[in-house]
């Protein structure tokens, strides 16, 4: 499969690395179709995040279509990188019920995965019109 792996500071790349796959009884590997780029990875790109080894694969913000409340029913723990989303997502929940802001406002960019170091490039340098990219995959 391809990711988005740390090389080094500055050095990320889109690599080809094992597919993923189940370890323990409790772990599920679920396909993503799309990902999105994610502040917290930029702390990693610059080197203000320490610990970093080369081969980490980025990305932890799953963008495609997923039964998030059939999750919920079967009591499972998913984890998100470092983002505090609980202390956001019901204020954001009822911005979005209530019409104060349009998510699709949010997604300001859809680039391919193969175009994912010149996304993140674009990000780092927050360019206008890059607030939430999201990376698809190539129609298989």
């Not at 988005?4 to 590997?29: F, N, S």
């Not at 919920?72 to 019920?97: D, F, Q, T, W």
């Not at 960019?109 to 206008?128: C, G, N, Q, S």
Request: aromatic content about 6%.
């Amino acid at each position: 499969m391809k990711a988005v792996v740390w090389h080094g500071i500055g050095d990320i790349r889109l690599d080809d690395v094992p597919d993923p796959k189940v370890e323990q009884p409790t772990d599920a590997v679920v396909r993503l179709t799309a990902s999105a780029i994610c502040g917290t990875d930029l702390h990693f790109v610059r080197g203000t995040f320490s610990g970093m080894r080369e081969g980490t694969i980025l990305g932890h913000e799953a963008a495609a279509s997923f039964p998030i409340g059939k999750a919920m029913n079967k009591n499972l723990s998913m984890n998100a990188g470092n983002c505090n989303h609980r202390a956001y997502i019901p204020k954001l929940v009822e911005m979005v019920r209530t019409g104060v802001i349009d998510p699709v406002q949010v997604l300001t960019k859809v680039e391919a995965l193969t175009d994912a170091i010149e996304a993140y490039e674009h990000f780092d340098r927050r360019e206008a019109g890059w607030i939430k990219t999201e990376l698809k995959l190539a129609a298989e």
